[in-house]
């Protein structure tokens, strides 16, 4: 049980922190716990199965509009409309990884940039449903059960989210399937000697994370009450692939880290730099990639090894 | 002999590069249990061979039956599920896995929690977590590196990588372990503890197939060879037989530092016997 | 009749900036077997260039084309420097100098950013803003312009790859970087070369597509998309294969721009579905290329 109360712990801190903060600070902390939900699901992407994808963030992007537009436009019921947003988001992810499986390296990372932007073509050319260049606005979060969830109160069911994948992720990464992800990201071939399905593991590590982001997408939809184009742009999708090699490819630590310190930076550095935070962020992925390519939570290991 | 007792049966192998022809027709069997050789110069189709029993590669004809099951052509997970585990000519670990959850993953195969129980934590699924590892440490004391239990792969020797190979291949449970030249590249001292390492996994009742480019290596340890020569069987036999055999000695001709191998094998067995 | 010979000339232009981009792609990736993204931001940078050295310093154009074309060189070998021959020597993957090339993009894209603004700038036409009539054939003096230039960057690439040994070079280091190092092919000057050339092929495509679109920080991505869309229709294989790859491309999004019952916009969409297609359809090109490295 000491794990569990763990994990409960953790919950009521963070639930915790929603109650003392602002209603600004409370907003930049929901987006926040969003980043950090997102680089938790990409890590497992791309640094435990080794996949470069670029379409994490249109899962969250298909995520956020397909409750929009389900609720709001086709009248579906709250849960219902996330279960068949979870299940388009499922299929799409499905469509993409199953032909995707053959392409390696670099290559599923274009095939998965052009979905990237293919969406955000679709989103722009939707007209009514999608709302176009504008986006879909001015609706609110339905109650549930007669209860509206609002203030404070919705930052904790972003901090369950954010939880909730964390230790689904953990407890993956821990079992034979994170070690078969692992297995088939450092050498597929000896993966399929040991019996491992590549192609299979791959589209399952694929589809789950997709799901994810998209179920961080709905969450998101009601965040700021409104959905755009520009914010599932591909500028978004490399800020994730950063976050991730910053903090530390294939551990939770090291995305947490790189998400809180790319998320959090441009705070620090607009009264210094303006709007040029961009620059900062690719003198630190080369600077990562170069000197520590275990990221921020790498560096932390050696400064503490030292200090030992 | 009977296809009943053998683990694995080859028939009529065959596969072509091009115009070359680099497997032909080839027949063997390998018993529960036995250590068999398979040797042959440069570009004999010894890895081909290997390739194609490991679902590597795809036979152009012939047959490969598994315990009577026909297995040719299958995907190498499939061939893996069967039993069979290889390991590889120039080491391939997973670079970023601990020892230990290196060998864990050839127990892949063995395991049964879906997702779902993963997920949700479930008993059964955490118990059997728990005894393929320590299942996987046992191995990797069998093996000898009991002490880098936990180290980073990347930290090993090359002869430790290929211990580690064994040892991953093990955690499968195999019927036949596939090795192809395990020798190639180790110390003399490393040499003699592969050899009794493979005669300790043959007493565990696990059959090996070994190809072999190191006569020395290679006779004192197998049951029974298998000769190759030009993707065609020239000879099969006990190790004395084979060391005497015509059409071996011409094979190895051209190579006569395989030869001089060959004798000086011949006679450190007979020094032992 | 008449609009599709104007379509097909302005189409030509087009997709020679397409195939150009694609070439050098092609360069990089024949002996580094590297994706380098960042040719989109080399060709933004050449814009900038064209402007900075024609149009503020005022230059003669060949003179401001050739100092740019020098710096890209420069720019390109100092690329290969800091972001990928410290990893190739580490020995770390191939996906690690392609990451660390992403994060030069971004580099690449903010600095001119930090020193430009969003504004657009004005990039000079060579030969002045005109119509030229050839036959049948009828365009903008640019659209002969970049054909012309394209033909010529293709024709100096081909009898480069195919004509001298150091183009063979270039292709041994592809095809096994072991037996070219035994032959005493220096690999990692290979390398920086590649990088020097891709770089100043991908500014020439930027300086001409320039005065057509303006120099703008934005302008890099979308180039370097179509330019891998050119490469990966017209395959790795063949450098002719980068130039029809590029006129591929460029006929397909004009003509359905033009034709197709579709809302203007998903013409965008166009090479982004291409690049699905081919590469989940049709990859073998690029596979086998990458396969004959084991």
Redesign the interface.
């Known amino acids: 049980m000491k794990p569990l109360a763990r994990w409960l712990a953790a919950a009521l801190v963070l639930s915790a922190l929603a109650f003392a903060l602002s209603s600004y600070h409370n907003d930049v902390y929901r987006k926040l716990l969003l980043w950090v939900t997102l680089a938790l699901g990409y890590n497992f992407l791309f640094g435990v199965a080794g996949q470069v994808a670029f379409s994490h963030f249109a899962f969250y992007g298909i995520g956020a509009y397909s409750i929009v537009i389900l609720t709001f436009q086709a009248g579906l019921p709250l849960p219902l409309a996330i279960v068949a947003g979870v299940a388009l988001c499922v299929a799409v992810a499905l469509a993409v990884a199953i032909p995707s499986t053959r392409l390696e390296g670099f290559y599923l990372a274009l095939a998965t940039l052009a979905l990237a932007q293919l969406f955000i073509v679709v989103l722009n050319e939707g007209g009514a449903v999608t709302g176009g260049a504008g986006g879909l606005a001015d609706y609110r979060l339905p109650a549930i059960l007669g209860v509206r969830v609002t203030g404070p109160w919705y930052t904790v069911v972003i901090v369950l989210l954010m939880l909730g994948t964390m230790a689904l992720l953990a407890r993956l990464d821990r079992s034979w399937f994170g070690r078969a992800c692992r297995a088939v990201r450092d050498s597929p071939e000896a993966a399929a000697a040991m019996g491992v399905n590549v192609a299979r593991t791959k589209v399952i590590a694929f589809t789950l994370t997709s799901a994810l982001a998209a179920v961080a997408g709905m969450a998101y939809a009601f965040v700021d009450n409104t959905v755009n184009p520009p914010i599932f742009g591909l500028e978004n999708a490399f800020l994730l692939l950063f976050m991730v090699i910053i903090g530390g490819a294939g551990r939770q630590a090291g995305a947490i880290a790189g998400a809180v310190a790319l998320y959090l930076l441009p705070f620090v550095l607009s009264p210094l730099i303006g709007h040029h935070h961009a620059l900062v962020f690719g003198v630190l992925m080369v600077a990562a990639i170069l000197l520590q390519p275990r990221g921020l939570i790498g560096l932390y290991d050696a400064l503490r090894r030292r200090a030992a | 002999m009977r296809s009943a007792d053998a683990l694995l049966e080859v028939r009529g192998l065959t596969r072509r590069f091009g115009g070359l022809l680099a497997v032909a027709d080839l027949d063997f069997t390998v018993r529960p249990g036995e250590i068999l050789g398979l040797i042959g110069p440069n570009g004999a189709g010894k890895s081909t061979t290997f390739n194609l029993i490991a679902g590597a590669l795809r036979p152009d004809a012939g047959e490969i039956r598994a315990g009577g099951e026909p297995v040719a052509g299958l995907p190498p997970h499939e061939i893996a599920r069967r039993g069979i585990l290889r390991t590889f000519q120039h080491n391939r670990v997973f670079a970023g896995m601990s020892v230990v959850e290196n060998v864990m993953v050839g127990a892949h195969t063995r395991f049964r929690a879906g997702l779902w129980s993963i997920v949700g934590a479930r008993a059964g699924a955490r118990a059997e977590e728990a005894a393929v590892r320590a299942r996987a440490e046992e191995l990797i004391g069998f093996v000898g590196l009991a002490e880098w239990r936990e180290a980073d792969v990347t930290t090993l020797s090359f002869g430790q990588g290929r211990l580690l190979e064994i040892a991953r291949a093990m955690a499968g449970d195999p019927r036949l372990i596939l090795l192809d030249e395990p020798a190639a590249g180790l110390a003399p001292a490393e040499l003699d503890r592969l050899a009794a390492l493979l005669r300790g996994i043959a007493a565990r009742g696990i059959a090996v197939l070994l190809i072999e480019h190191d006569m020395r290596f290679l006779l004192p340890l197998a049951g029974r060879v298998v000769v190759l020569n030009f993707g065609v069987k020239i000879a099969e036999g006990s190790a004395d037989e084979i060391r005497h055999h015509p059409a071996v000695i011409d094979a190895y001709l051209g190579d006569p530092a395989a030869l001089v191998d060959a004798a000086r094998a011949g006679e450190s067995t007979h020094a032992a016997a | 009749m008449r609009d599709l010979l104007e379509l097909a000339v302005s189409a030509s232009a087009t997709g020679c900036v397409y195939a150009l981009l694609a070439l050098a792609y092609l360069v990089m990736i024949r002996p580094t077997g590297i994706?380098n993204f960042a040719v989109g931001e080399w060709a933004m940078v050449g814009a900038f260039g064209a402007f900075l050295a024609v149009t503020k310093v005022e230059l003669p154009y060949p003179v401001g084309v050739a100092a740019v074309l020098a710096c890209m060189f420069v720019v390109g070998w100092a690329t290969e420097r800091?972001?990928v021959r410290?990893?190739v020597r580490a020995g770390?993957p191939?996906?690690?100098p392609?990451?660390?090339l992403?994060?030069?993009?971004?580099?690449f894209?903010?600095?001119v950013?930090?020193a430009f603004g969003p504004d657009p700038y004005p990039v000079p036409y060579p030969l002045g803003f005109g119509r030229l009539e050839l036959g049948p054939l009828a365009g903008s003096y640019q659209s002969f312009f970049i054909i012309g230039t394209t033909l010529a960057t293709f024709a100096l690439a081909w009898l480069f790859f195919e004509r001298t040994l150091a183009g063979k070079c270039f292709a041994a280091v592809a095809i096994d970087r072991r037996a070219a190092a035994l032959v005493g092919i220096d690999r990692t000057r290979v390398a920086a070369l590649s990088f020097a050339a891709g770089a100043v092929i991908a500014a020439l495509a930027g300086l001409l597509v320039g005065p057509n679109v303006s120099a703008h920080y934005l302008m890099g991505?979308p180039l370097a998309?179509q330019g891998?869309?050119a490469l990966?229709i017209g395959g790795v294989g063949r450098v002719e294969g980068a130039l029809l790859g590029g006129l591929l491309l460029a006929f397909a999004e004009q003509l359905t721009a033009r034709y197709a019952p579709l809302?203007p916009?998903?013409a965008?969409?166009v090479p982004?579905?291409l690049?699905?297609l081919f590469?989940?359809?049709r990859?073998t090109g690029?596979?086998a290329e990458?396969g004959a490295r084991a």
């Open positions: 994706i800091i972001a410290p990893l770390a191939l996906l690690a392609i990451l660390a992403l994060g030069m993009l971004v580099v894209r903010e600095s950013a930090l991505v998309i891998f869309t990966v809302p916009g998903y965008q969409g982004l579905a690049l699905m590469l989940l359809v990859p690029l596979l990458r």
